[in-house]
């Protein structure tokens, strides 16, 4: 029994982090360093509004001015981030990420987690924000991509 605690207490930091650690949290919340940007809009839900899209987190933050620092704060966030995934769909125009879907790998009880990243200045149609969303639930790659 004191091996099986002291296994849990060694693993319980590691099971956390892998929760949490994502780099793409720092552009979320209160302590992004886009948080009190007027061009920013963010948006979270989670619970009752999700369930039947079978998720169960929707995180998203929508930039309408970004400048390059932007830009280049979150490709470097992103591509930390999907370094190690399971499954990435990647769309580059020129040196810049236009398009990202990526699945990362699963929380405890396969529960399911993306990232979707889509640059409108990297395009041709004139467009400027960048967006990002993240993801968690039960729902498959292909039924999100049916969503997006």
Do not use: W
Not at 23 to 45: E, N, Q, Y
Not at 96 to 109: A, I, K, N, T
Request: charged content about 20%; overall charge positive.
């Amino acid at each position: 029994m004191k091996r099986i605690l002291i296994l849990l207490f060694i693993l319980l930091p590691a099971t956390l982090a892998a929760q949490q650690g994502l780099h793409i949290a720092t552009l979320f919340g209160k302590d992004s360093p886009l948080a009190k940007r007027k061009d920013v809009t963010t948006i979270l839900l989670s619970g009752k509004q999700l369930k039947s899209y079978n998720l169960t987190r929707f995180r998203s933050v929508q930039v309408g001015q970004p400048t390059a620092a932007d830009v280049q704060l979150f490709e470097k966030n992103i591509t930390a981030d999907i370094a190690a995934s399971k499954d990435k769909q990647i769309m580059r125009r020129g040196q810049r990420l236009y398009y990202v879907f990526c699945q990362l790998s699963d929380l405890p009880g396969g529960t399911h987690r993306y990232i979707i990243y889509r640059n409108k200045g990297a395009s041709h149609d004139g467009g400027k924000d960048i967006h990002l969303i993240y993801i968690e639930g039960k729902a498959t790659a292909n039924e999100l991509k049916s969503m997006f």
